[in-house]
């Protein structure tokens, strides 16, 4: 059973487009929001997280929308750049020791 | 300096045979895992460590073993090497068993089995 649904799972934008990946869980217990960048031959890395007391976190061009009601965040990226090409994974995590569960992951690429 | 390093880059085996995974972290974490990520890109745990001990053991056949001797290292032995264990290994850490600080992966061992 996939905990968290991630959509879409490829994605083509434009130099300077907004580029949007949304994400849906079910388990209310899951209270830690965030998002990896992964890059081709490396781990991947955290970009981005948000906690369910907020509806949006802003870093940079990067932006978390989180509907708690809807159990769904997604994650923008502005002004899109070629050097943002990479796989992108939504994960969760409730309190304690569980570890984070991913996303299958949205592979980006950014065209000029 | 690496933070979470990885050892081998590459291993390419044939079936049958045992093979072992290193990770050492530098960043006085205290929780180490082991994560598998297929073909497809998808990552899915496998094992958690804290300081030592074992916290979660994901649905993985017992031919895989994982060793932790310090708080600094998480190994991964695989014996009798089967073609589905194909896939890229990554080895992570965080601060006191949270994910809140973020966990920092290795760069991943790509394991092939012919």
């Known amino acids: 059973q996939q905990q968290v649904k991630q959509s879409p799972q490829s994605l083509i934008v434009q130099k300077g487009g907004i580029s949007i990946i949304n994400c849906a869980y079910e388990?209310?217990?899951?209270?830690?929001f965030p998002w990896y960048q992964q890059f081709p031959g490396k781990g991947p890395a955290l970009l981005i997280a948000?906690?369910?007391?907020?509806s949006e976190k802003k870093e940079g061009r990067f932006t978390i929308s989180f509907n708690k009601s809807a159990k769904q965040f997604s994650l923008h990226i502005m002004d899109s750049q070629p050097g943002d090409s990479a796989t992108y994974f939504c994960?969760?995590?409730?309190?304690?020791?569980?570890?984070?569960?991913f996303g299958k992951g949205t592979r980006l690429s950014v065209i000029a | 300096d690496t933070a979470v390093s990885q050892t081998p880059k590459y291993l390419v085996t044939q079936m049958g045979n045992d093979k072992s995974i290193k990770c050492e972290q530098n960043?006085?974490?205290?929780?180490m895992y082991w994560y598998k990520q297929d073909s497809k890109k998808f990552l899915k745990i496998m094992f958690s460590?804290?300081?030592?001990?074992?916290?979660i053991n994901e649905t993985v056949p017992n031919r895989f073993s994982p060793k932790s001797p310090d708080k600094a290292h998480l190994n991964l032995h695989i014996n009798s090497l089967e073609l589905g264990d194909s896939a890229v290994y990554f080895c992570?850490?965080?601060?006191?068993?949270?994910?809140?600080?973020?966990?920092?992966f290795g760069s991943g061992t790509r394991l092939t089995v012919v």
């Open positions: 948000i906690r369910p007391d907020v």
């Open positions: 992570a850490s965080s601060p006191r068993g949270t994910a809140w600080e973020g966990y920092t």
């Open positions: 388990n209310t217990a899951f209270d830690y």
């Open positions: 460590y804290n300081n030592k001990e074992l916290i």
């Open positions: 960043l006085g974490h205290d929780t």
């Open positions: 994960a969760a995590n409730g309190s304690g020791n569980t570890p984070l569960v």
